[in-house]
């Protein structure tokens, strides 16, 4: 009688295996769930090696109210999205993430995120030695654009599972 295995192969044609783009990206949106903001829900994560360092979404500061509980203050002073980033209780999934890093070497890491990064972020982003950005959605920011073909920092749209350079 012939043995039985004790683990069966999987037919790669029931299940597909995640390229880790496709996985880093789907981590995205699970920390975006998390979000606090009433306007946009932004996830992040920062990689080294195809190692998770960190994730971030946006939301206020640990003890502070959120805006789900207080209201938006953006809303209420009618500030358009994309603009005056300052004004506003939230931190970004970026900065959240870069933060929750607390002092590991990001040199060579790939920063994953729901939305193309602000200005701001972009800054951070590029201090921080990460080397490349991959985001699904647009955000109204040409700058943070510009500082990032300046700064060497390789951006791409994830589309349809893939990576598309954005130049």
Partial sequence: MKKKARHQKLDPRVRKRPSWDEYFMAITELAAGRSTCLRRHIGSVITKGNRIVSTGYNGAPSGMEHCLVLGCLRDEMNIPSGTRAEICR????E???LLFAK???LAGGTLYCTNQPCVVCAKLIIQS???SVVYSQDYPDKLAMEFF???GIETFKFVNGQRKKVR
């Avoid at 939230?90 to 999934?93: F, N, Q, V, W």
């Fill in 90 to 93: 939230g931190l970004h999934a």
């Fill in 95 to 97: 900065q959240n993430a």
């Fill in 103 to 105: 002092g590991t070497d």
């Fill in 129 to 131: 030695g990460i080397r």
């Fill in 149 to 151: 073909r300046e700064s």
